[in-house]
């Protein structure tokens, strides 16, 4: 009887799941790095530490993001990045504090694209795991596959928990995260775990897994 209604809940939820996908906001993190693809990781490189290929033909230095961010503050990162606002103590630009070279957005990004962005670059500065694979096919997977236990942003609450008393990992809370490898998770995805959690070798390639696995590090920041 309990496999039985588990499936006619599943065909329900695979009738609706593309409605419900289109109106999942994306989480700032992920939006961030939309942003910074678009418009950053030409100087400052893919991985934040300013080896971007545009950096390399103007013979510019852009800063390490993973470093010298971490110190400062969401009022300060947004005057460095807009170019608006000074120092309160010297009155020097806080735009130019960190390279004469950077670029004022102010006309560019929206304050929700500027927390987005922030978002991002906090996630770039402390996360312990790189992104193996393209976290935008990752959401994509996420909703298809992982949502209905993990729940649309990934804090466990899916429709499936309350049916069948499981608790699925908490992709939001690093805590519980940050404990495992990229290839931890991999394999965990693959193969895998517990009661609950099924192996999903054979139906999802490696990489797309691994695409799944960078959209959950974001899930976190």
């Known amino acids: 009887m309990m496999n039985k209604k588990i499936i006619a809940l599943l065909i329900l939820f695979g009738f609706q799941s593309a409605a419900f996908c289109v109106s999942a906001e994306p ?6 790095r939309r942003l910074f693809v678009s418009y950053c990781q030409l100087c400052h490189g893919l991985d ?14 852009p800063a390490d993001l993973t470093t010298t961010i971490r110190a400062r503050s969401d009022t300060v990162l947004k005057k460095i990045i807009t170019g608006v ?6 009155g020097r630009d806080r735009h130019n504090i ?4 950077m670029p004022e957005w102010k006309d560019i990004f929206s304050d929700k694209q500027l927390d987005s962005l922030i978002a991002y670059l906090r996630f770039l500065s402390s996360s312990k795991h790189g992104l193996m694979g393209d976290p935008v096919d990752g959401l994509k997977l996420y909703q298809q596959y992982c949502q209905v236990c993990h729940g649309e942003y990934g804090e466990g609450d899916g429709i499936m928990t309350s049916l069948v ?4 990992m908490d ?6 995260t940050n404990r495992f490898s990229n290839d931890e998770l991999v394999v965990s995805i693959l193969n895998g775990q517990g009661k609950y959690m099924p ?7 490696r990489s797309e897994v691994e695409a799944l696995v960078s959209y959950i590090r974001l899930l976190s920041h």
């Open 171 to 176: 992709h939001s809370n690093p805590n519980e």
């Open 98 to 101: 960190i390279s004469d070279s």
């Open 85 to 90: 606002g000074r120092q309160t103590i010297t």
């Open 48 to 61: 934040g530490k300013g080896a971007g290929p545009l950096a390399k033909r103007l013979k510019i230095s």
């Open 199 to 205: 192996a999903w070798e054979g139906i999802l390639s």
């Open 165 to 168: 008393g499981m608790l699925p």
């Open 27 to 32: 989480t700032q993190a992920y939006e961030g």
